[in-house]
């Protein structure tokens, strides 16, 4: 999985091609000092200021015509606090690197989303979250950070120290300033056993309390024109260590997850007719397999098929009906859906504008091979999350607006009047952003 790029005449793309943007001026800080200079500078071009991690949202969410800014000098870790177990990282850095570092301290967050190639801000900055019956976001873990407001001035924020900011801008969506570092809860390093097992998909339904109730960490995959799914239980183990066989771990993450799936994917997209019989082999292909080994090497794994996506967090008590419900709009659509949706949990937190925020929370992602057109399905898959009240992930498609954010978020006001008063001038605004928030 490649970092966000740029393409002829200074053209940037995100990851999953589906949106580009040419910024005035791109601008590479190597110091906060020098970030704050150049929003200072923006400032005084009547410039607009947007930065980027990987790229790797789906939205035009880091797109600008003014100055973008890459973070990628801005990287490693600047202090490790023992004794309050915490870890301070600068925002650029890529969670692939932070949890290499954590390891080989000893050190582990305590939960993570399924892929590691997004900066650190990047994903806390939209809401990147994994699945868990207690343990919430990444956004969720931060014990303080440091932003560069619109007028240059650099703040850190804490539960203690600006409690107003930190409660929104630890999932700020880039409208409140630039996050340039961030501090997190850590913990010892500690072992999960996985355990993955194909299931129908009736029975998951059936069972779907149990299995939340059961597991520190339930999530799974439904493969749509199918009755069958994969399940993956993750949860804390004494040990021993007992990772996936290095054979074993290729032939099936890669040859099967990646290979295989591309190749699938390629003739589905020239012959969508094919899709459902291939769904059918596809959903039977991976055996039950359970291993133990450090947390991020569990929590995350190989994507290397690139996709468009959207994905919805419902509250976790409407989760089986509204599944129900998108599998009844698929089975009697001419849709041909070549990707699984995937499912996953998380706890009500206290952050503004978390997709979790105040309530117990599911999500479901629904996915689209890169380059195949997803309008159709992503439309009806949106009508029927937010027939549930969903709230859109922040990183990802959707077509909701300030109007409809507003309804679904108890604290929505409270994160636009911060804003009005951190960016009144509106110098982290881009059309993205006046469509989610307002102008």
């Given at each position: 999985m490649s970092s966000t790029a740029s393409g002829r005449n200074g053209t940037w793309r995100n990851w999953g091609g589906n949106v580009t943007s040419r910024p005035a001026r791109e601008v590479a800080p190597a110091s906060v000092d020098e970030l704050a200079h150049a929003v200072r500078?923006?400032?005084?071009?009547?410039?607009?200021?947007?930065?980027?991690?990987?790229?790797?949202?789906f939205t035009s969410i880091a797109a600008t015509d003014g100055v973008l800014i890459r973070p990628h000098l801005l990287t490693g870790i600047r202090h490790i606090d023992r004794e309050a177990m915490t870890v301070t990282v600068e925002a650029g850095t890529p969670l692939r690197r932070l949890n290499l570092a954590l390891a080989r301290e000893g050190l582990s967050l305590t939960n993570m989303g399924d892929i590691m190639e997004q900066t650190v801000s990047g994903a806390t900055g939209t809401g990147t979250h994994g699945t868990g019956r207690d343990s919430a976001s990444i956004a969720a873990q931060i014990r303080g950070l440091e932003l560069v407001t619109a007028?240059?001035?650099?703040?850190?924020?804490?539960?203690?120290?600006?409690?107003?900011?930190?409660?929104?801008?630890?999932?700020g969506l880039g409208a409140l300033g630039i996050v340039t570092a961030l501090t997190f809860a850590v913990e010892p390093l500690f072992l999960l056993t996985a355990r993955e097992e194909p299931m129908p998909l009736d029975r998951v339904l059936a069972d779907f309390d149990a299995l939340w109730a059961e597991n520190e960490h339930f999530e799974f995959y439904w493969f749509p024109h199918t009755g069958n799914t994969n399940t993956k239980r993750n949860n804390r183990s004494a040990g021993p260590e007992r990772p996936v066989g290095r054979l074993k771990g290729w032939f099936e993450d890669e040859f099967l997850s990646n290979g295989v799936f591309q190749a699938a994917n390629w003739m589905g997209r020239a012959a969508p007719a094919a899709v459902p019989p291939m769904a059918r082999i596809s959903s039977r292909a991976l055996s039950a397999r359970t291993y133990t080994d450090i947390p991020y090497k569990v929590f995350t794994s190989p994507r290397r098929v690139r996709f468009v996506e959207m994905e919805y967090a419902?509250?976790?008590?409407?989760?089986v009906e509204t599944l129900r419900e998108l599998k009844a709009m698929v089975d009697r659509s001419p849709l041909r859906i070549s990707f699984p949706v995937e499912v996953r949990t998380a706890p009500a937190d206290d952050i503004t504008l978390s997709t979790a925020s105040g309530r117990d929370t599911a999500y479901i992602a629904v996915h689209m091979f890169r380059g195949t057109p997803y309008g159709p399905y992503f439309?009806?898959?949106?009508?029927?999350?937010?027939?549930?009240?969903?709230?859109?992930?922040?990183?990802?498609?959707?077509?909701?607006?300030a109007g409809y954010l507003s309804r679904v978020y108890p604290r929505f006001g409270e994160f636009t009047a911060l804003r009005d008063r951190l960016d009144p001038d509106r110098r982290f605004l881009n059309d993205h952003?006046?469509?989610?928030?307002?102008?």
């Open positions: 500078g923006a400032a005084e071009d009547g410039l607009t200021v947007k930065a980027v991690g990987a790229g790797h949202s007028d240059g001035s650099v703040r850190t924020c804490s539960a203690h120290e600006h409690p107003e900011i930190f409660a929104a801008a630890r999932i419902v509250p976790r008590a409407a989760v439309s009806a898959a949106e009508r029927v999350f937010t027939a549930h009240e969903g709230r859109p992930h922040w990183g990802k498609v959707h077509t909701r607006d952003l006046r469509r989610v928030l307002g102008p």
